[in-house]
């Protein structure tokens, strides 16, 4: 059966999507993907190795964050105790890009498994209306090897930022 469309048909469901387009919350039509690179040496930095790209995001609920496989070696993936209650965990292969929603606001650190102990850290606040009840839970983690002083690095760097805007 051949079905066809009349101006009016057109019209009226233009008018229906953009009513519903209207409905929806702002920040879910204007959601973003930020990158973060995973990398052997920093860009601007040649010193620093094995990093995130980078390596805090700030973005808002409903945003997503890629993480490109840049280099070969690395994966992304959730740090234990370092997510807000109730959000799911997340967990990329070695040289697979991933792309995680953010929907709860709160700080979200990640790690790169293999490269966890030489400090390939960082970190995700999603801000919002909760963002700071999972903080100081974040930072009480401890960490080993020389990502104990990175943690310190970004959450020096965290304490220093203006989260309320």
């Known amino acids: 059966m051949t079905q066809f469309i009349t101006r009016r048909t057109a019209l009226l469901s233009a008018a229906a999507s953009a009513s519903l387009a209207l409905t929806l919350p702002s920040r879910v039509l204007a959601a973003t993907t930020h990158e973060v690179q995973m990398l052997n040496v920093h860009p601007e930095d040649r010193k620093l190795r094995q990093v995130f790209f980078p390596r805090i995001v700030v973005i808002e609920p409903g945003d997503s964050v890629k993480f490109l496989a840049t280099d070969k070696g690395h994966n992304a993936q959730s740090s234990k105790d370092m997510t807000p209650e109730g959000t799911e965990d997340f967990k990329g292969k070695i040289n697979e890009e991933i792309e995680v929603t953010f929907d709860k606001p709160g700080f979200y650190g990640y790690q790169c498994q293999p490269h ?44 220093g930022m203006d989260l309320s805007a």
């Open 116 to 159: 966890y102990a030489i400090g390939m850290v960082g970190l995700i606040v999603v801000k919002g209306e909760g963002m700071m009840d999972n903080l100081e839970a974040a930072k009480a983690v401890t960490h080993r090897g020389k990502a104990r002083a990175v943690w310190g690095d970004i959450w020096a760097e965290v304490d």
